[in-house]
């Protein structure tokens, strides 16, 4: 196994901006020539090769991909994009990480890794398991564990939709999960965060599983007995090679606190955890040595809540259906007049005005942060 590559990117703090790996483009061009579609001008424009999808070790922004899977769909008329790449996709893709998962010898341990080492395959990537679910997306009687994925890219509030590569993601997250679990796997529900322009029908035809829209996060919810899993075909000598590799590198390396703390935010914005002190306890921190060593970074808890929010709030009004009032319960206001004098701080409108305006932008799939300035 070659590591040097990967953990050469992990190192360079500047080429750790937002990039992800090429491979997460494989498929595309064969969608697109299916669909009747020359994929080159489209790539040329986003500056990304052929060539650079079929490499080993290639990076790019991942605002291109964003932006390039989006303007596809609305050139190529395909309201599914993102979920018929994902089929040209597999464990291989991941390289590193994907030989790193099939190193695991529980489902537990699969899952901890992709969580603390997804940034392998593209830096604002995260994956997050739930254990502790508390949802009315299935029966009460069911015990149900939660995988929840999303992309956090250090500058997003210039991409004003991400349906496309979240189908992507999450779509990839199930095929892998489902490969290495198999026969054991127990797909319960799908969560999208968006409303998808596809019929709900083709999303439940490719997981084989219900599906609800408009959630406040990407999620695959399973059946508990999962975490039993037991992978007897874990290679012993690949397992020690990644044990290694792993302690030298990664172990002590999982990304910056800010990225954690944002992160921890993410997964209980909605709730009242998403405080300073409920962060701090998570990240086995006390409340006032987490500001003091954001502070010594340059920022602070109330200002990586503040951007999340932004950020997310323009990506609600563009991808989802949702009312103001779900938008403000999903952000964590006590009360709408609160989202609304938030809002007018950030962008200098009221929540509608912002939405007539991105929505209108958005027909667009270009970055349009003159037009929100």
């Keep these: 196994m070659v590591y040097s590559d990967s953990l050469d990117f992990v190192n360079n703090k500047n080429a750790r901006q937002d990039m992800v790996h090429s491979s997460g483009l494989r498929g595309y061009v064969d969608v697109m020539q299916s669909?009747?579609?020359?994929?080159i001008p489209l790539l040329t424009k986003y500056e990304?090769?052929?060539?650079?999808?079929?490499?080993?070790?290639?990076?790019?922004?991942?605002?291109?991909?964003?932006?390039?899977?989006?303007?596809?769909?609305?050139?190529?008329?395909?309201?599914?994009?993102?979920?018929?790449?994902?089929?040209?996709?597999?464990?291989?893709?991941?390289?590193?990480?994907?030989?790193?998962?099939?190193?695991?010898?529980?489902?537990?341990?699969m899952i901890k890794f992709s969580s603390d080492l997804l940034f392998l395959h593209g830096s604002a990537l995260r994956l997050h398991m739930n254990e502790h679910v508390i949802t009315d997306l299935s029966d009460q009687n069911t015990e149900i564990i939660e995988i929840v994925f999303d992309i956090q890219?250090?500058?997003?509030?210039?991409?004003?939709?991400?349906?496309?590569?979240?189908?992507?993601?999450?779509?990839?997250?199930?095929?892998?999960?489902?490969?290495?679990?198999?026969?054991q796997y127990r797909l319960l529900k799908?969560?999208?965060?968006?409303?998808?322009?596809?019929?709900?029908?083709?999303?439940?035809?490719?997981?084989?599983?219900?599906?609800?829209?408009?959630?406040?996060?990407?999620?695959?919810?399973?059946?508990?007995?999962?975490l039993d899993i037991q992978f007897n075909s874990a290679d012993s000598g690949l397992r020690e090679i990644v044990d290694h590799y792993l302690e030298q590198s990664f172990r002590n390396?999982?990304?910056?606190?800010?990225?954690?703390?944002?992160?921890?935010?993410?997964?209980?914005?909605?709730?009242?955890?998403?405080n300073k002190v409920d962060v701090a306890n998570m990240l086995a921190m006390h409340p006032r040595s987490l500001q003091r060593k954001l502070n010594e970074l340059g920022?602070?808890?109330?200002?990586?809540?503040?951007?999340?929010?932004?950020?997310?709030?323009?990506?609600?009004?563009v991808d989802s259906k949702a009312t103001m009032s779900q938008i403000t319960s999903v952000l964590g206001f006590s009360e709408q007049s609160a989202l609304s004098r938030a809002c007018r701080n950030w962008f200098g409108m009221t929540?509608?005005?912002?939405?007539?305006?991105?929505?209108?932008?958005?027909?667009?799939?270009?970055?349009?942060?003159?037009?929100?300035?």
């Design 190 to 226: 799908v969560a999208l965060p968006h409303h998808p322009i596809a019929p709900l029908n083709v999303y439940k035809r490719f997981f084989n599983a219900d599906v609800v829209v408009g959630q406040n996060r990407a999620a695959l919810y399973l059946h508990k007995s999962m």
């Design 153 to 183: 890219l250090k500058n997003s509030e210039n991409i004003l939709s991400k349906r496309q590569v979240i189908d992507l993601g999450l779509a990839v997250c199930h095929r892998v999960i489902k490969y290495l679990s198999g026969e």
């Design 48 to 109: 990304i090769y052929v060539t650079d999808i079929q490499a080993e070790n290639v990076w790019i922004k991942h605002q291109a991909l964003i932006q390039l899977l989006e303007e596809s769909s609305q050139k190529a008329n395909c309201a599914d994009l993102g979920l018929r790449i994902s089929s040209y996709q597999d464990i291989r893709v991941l390289g590193v990480l994907g030989q790193i998962l099939q190193s695991a010898s529980t489902f537990r341990e």
């Design 351 to 373: 929540p509608r005005e912002l939405k007539n305006r991105v929505t209108a932008a958005s027909a667009t799939p270009l970055i349009m942060s003159d037009k929100l300035n």
């Design 253 to 274: 390396n999982q990304g910056s606190l800010v990225e954690h703390v944002r992160h921890a935010i993410r997964i209980h914005l909605s709730s009242p955890k998403a």
């Design 299 to 317: 920022t602070s808890f109330e200002e990586i809540k503040e951007k999340l929010r932004r950020e997310l709030l323009l990506q609600y009004l």
């Design 35 to 39: 669909l009747g579609m020359d994929p």
